[in-house]
């Protein structure tokens, strides 16, 4: 059934996607290009596909990422006043990178770890039971470690 | 120690303890153990979810069944070499009661008495790394009972004779499902797992996966088998790397050891499961949406009839359960449906799963019989309201479901009666709030959520929830008028009746019964113009009691905006105009001198403090 290959090609663009996104970062225009020729898919199909889920990105995130956690514990417990405190010191909103492009901000709906409430989680590592204190500490750390890996090269 | 047991030492990695770091503990572990040359008398592993996240992490100790609460690396050498070594257990680290007494053992400990752990069991016990483990924990045999001495069609009764009914919040019975699917035409069928636990703060299905994998693969393989299909798919949420990670290596194992593959057990089944990681659309938990995303395209619902099990994946018959629904058929499988309908009620036979969340004492994994009251999960497992503050709501069902008041508490939690109450089972999202919460901006939350969520296709679903959310923010900023509320309620009445799917049918829920249980609060806001929570940001204002402060500083070191000012040591104060409203000040304020206060926006400090005392 000639069909067949056409719907398994289609079936390996989202998880084409995320290789992409995997290794990139986000989903760069050629890679658009590269898919569309080797699946079968047309272009415009592939960017609503990407612009439809929320993993994907389409522009270079931050070398540092920071989701902060909406999920209903985290929401009750103060997420949205650890999004503000972020928002505030660099100066982004959820889905933005600092120019410098130092730090990305993401809000995400939930990491499951809810029993932690609030948790942001800063490339890949959760951190729990989160303050504004915490969280400032975090961020200064970052910023240190940052400073200081920089100075020594 | 006396005796020659060997000492099993389980490191609870589950999400919650990994991100406090269990991950140096089991490291430590491993390395005083080695350093005191107790290899092979005392072994260490990794488990998933323990289930009291609240104490994590967590570490139970077999087969004495002790457990360590709050676990920091600075603990490990005295408990390898006080316990493990001396045979004297550190006490300071057991789990402390309310009343300040130490429990040793955790299955005295209330939230774990007071629960009944079936398809829980293994979390927290095995290896889930380890498919040895599962098998002497009984695994498998679900299966093997299923292909060695059943026929397809006497699975499908055995399930539908149980009376289990969909974990992933609709209910429906699991054993009719496959009858369909079974009899429907066609050589090739499919069966999925739905494990793109969207619901914002729900846990339990990740947690499984993590804890004890096997026990899915185990039911859909029964799935697959019982529908005749040779193809499966768990679609799982990529939030949970944790959750995939743990998945990629059980199906490898599985393929190893014979339980995937071809001629499974010698039976001559064959069977290929495949995991495929969802890319963060809460609506492809919905299962049409889920199988166009398999199929690579936007997850949009489309219309049901037909149904998936008539015209599914690729247009072919499909099954899709859920991870708590696979996990109770292996179970079912092993131990027959008698034994399973033992357990719940009569309309809703076996367990329910909730993740316990929110101003709870208790926060973590929790599993009861069907039909316990919300009181009884809530006080007696969870332990009450954190802080000794006083319970206000319960929130089930995640955005689609809704919140229950006080008087709600002694109903039994089944499918039926929390539907009947507004709210409904869902997924196992069980969220507590109390006096500190506001039931708007709740009601606001799930909301957003939806609305950002809708995919798009039923206007009803993509406008009405918008508008909704714009009225729930009028009435949130102060700017609510006499008729919102009704307006609200027309709005929720057209996106029930005019969306396709789950998402936006059961949207307006959390609005629905907030209005229904708190309208005093949507009236508050609207006609005094106040926040009776003191949450919503337009409504309040922090000040500083000049009275109370003690010129520490931490307020102003804290403000983000510089808001916060004050000479060291004399009394500060904060600038209206730069203030943000984020509340720092109010937390970082110390105890001894609670000086930053919330005050209603349209009262000066004098008022407040006149109106509270």
Redesign the interface.
Known sequence: MPDQTRAELASRLIPMLQEIQEELGYIAPEAVEWLSEHLGVSKQEIFGVATFYNFFRLNPPGRHEIHVCLGTACHVGGGEKLLDTIREKLGIEPGETTPDGRFSLERVACVGACALAPTVVVDGEVHGRMTQRSLKRLLDRIEREDREAMGGK | MESDDVIEVLVCRG??C???KSDVLQERLVEEVQRHGLDGRVVVKRVGCHGL??Q?PVIAIEPEGLFYCQVKESDIPEIVESHFVKGQPVERLFYEAPDGKRIPHYRDIPFYSEQQRVILAKSGHIDPGEIDDYVAAGGYKGLERALKEMTPDEVVAEVERSGLRGRGGAGFPTGLKWKFARRSPGDVKYAICNAD???????MD??ILIADPHAVLEGLSIAAYAIGAHEAFIYVR????AAVASLKRAIAQSYERGFLGKDILGTGFDLDIKM???????VCGEETALMA???????MPRPRPPFPVESGL?GKPTVINNVKTLAAVSLILRNGADWFRSIGTEGSPGTAIF?L???VRN??LVEVPMGATLRHIIFDVGGGVKEGRKFKAV?TG?PAGGCLPAEKLDLPVDFDSLKAAGAIMGSG?M?V?DES?CMVD?AR??LS?TQA?S?GKCTPCRVGTLQMLRLLDKIRSGRGEEGDIEKLLALCDTVVKGSLCGLGQNAPNPVLTTIQYFRDEYEAHIRDKVCPAMVCKDLIKFVIDPDKCIGCGACAR?C??GAARGEKESVHTIEQELC?K???CY??CPPRARAVMKVPVGQTLEGAKGGAE
Not at chain 2, 293 to 299: A, H, V, W
């Open positions: 999400t919650g990994e991100s406090s996240c609240q994590g636990e969207g619901d914002p703060g729900a846990f990740g947690s990529h939030e949970y790397p495929m990681e969802g890319a963060g659309a809460f995303s398999i199929e690579g395209r936007r997850g690729w993740s969340t929110g101003k926060t973590g929130q995640g999202g969220i709030m919460t709740v939350y799930f959520f969520e995919c804290i983000p905006t943000i984020c509340g720092a937390e970082v």
